[in-house]
Antibody
Framework: EIQLVESGGGLVRPGGSLRISCAIS????????MSWVRQAPGKGLEWVSV???????NYADSVRGRFTVSRDISKNTLYLQMDNPRPEDTAVYFC???????????WGLGALVTVSS | EIVMTQSPATLSVSPGEKAILSCRAS??????LAWYQQKPGQSPRLLIS???TRAAGIPARFSGSGSETEFTLTISSLQSEDVAVYYC????????FGPGTKVELK
């Protein structure tokens, strides 16, 4: 059974740091494109970042230079390091698996990150 | 960045009637287009990939069509459990989502 379980969300001060995790079971994290997608309260979905099968990464312009996506194959876990977060980064962060190079067929339940002083 | 737009913002449909949702891309995405359903408090659920391919377990009343810049999601006979927000997403150049269409019962 495929499962993606986010953890590590919470309250973080503007300018601080927070790392959220996505524990994966049922497949190997490095065999698929893995993305982070966020949803601000009452708003729509926004793609945040991706790590490709080869280890390359890409980011939305809104987080480039502040957020870093990574994975630990030994732990079969995906991470999002959030440095210098801003209040507008407040959102539920979902991890998602891409199939066929694009569409996201499997999602976690999400982790709420609140950026506030 | 490819910008996605969706119309209408809200769609009210009687049970058993057809719902037609539209999605437009600011430039061609070929058929690299997916549709998702999201119910309150839940994660998004993939309905359609490659513009017209239903995901596993998705009822046949959901169908997708279109290519390049114009796409449509059709729910042939709306059921109460279909009340949700529907998002289109392009994955031709990175990923971007549309703002969503909220489907409600009339």
């Amino acid at each position: 059974e495929i499962q993606l379980v986010e953890s590590g969300g919470g309250l973080v001060r503007p300018g601080g740091s927070l790392r959220i995790s996505c524990a994966i079971s049922g497949f190997v994290v490095s065999d698929y494109y893995m993305s982070w997608v966020r949803q601000a309260p009452g708003k729509g979905l926004e793609w945040v970042s991706v790590i490709y099968t080869g280890g390359g990464t890409n980011y939305a312009d809104s987080v480039r230079g502040r957020f870093t996506v990574s994975r630990d194959i030994s732990k079969n876990t995906l991470y999002l390091q959030m440095d210098n977060p801003r209040p507008e980064d407040t959102a539920v962060y979902f991890c998602a698996r891409s199939q066929g190079g694009g569409s996201m067929g499997d999602w976690g339940l999400g982790a709420l990150v609140t950026v506030s002083s | 960045e490819i910008v996605m737009t969706q119309s209408p913002a809200t769609l009210s449909v009687s049970p058993g009637e057809k719902a037609i949702l539209s999605c437009r891309a600011s430039q061609s995405v070929l058929t690299n287009l997916a549709w998702y359903q999201q119910k309150p408090g839940q994660s998004p659920r993939l309905l359609i990939s490659r513009a017209s391919t239903r995901a596993a377990g998705i009822p046949a009343r959901f169908s997708g069509s279109g290519s390049e810049t114009e796409f449509t999601l059709t729910i042939s006979s709306l059921q109460s459990e279909d009340v949700a927000v529907y998002y289109c997403q392009q994955y031709h150049n990175r990923w971007t989502f549309g703002p969503g269409t909220k489907v409600e019962l009339k």
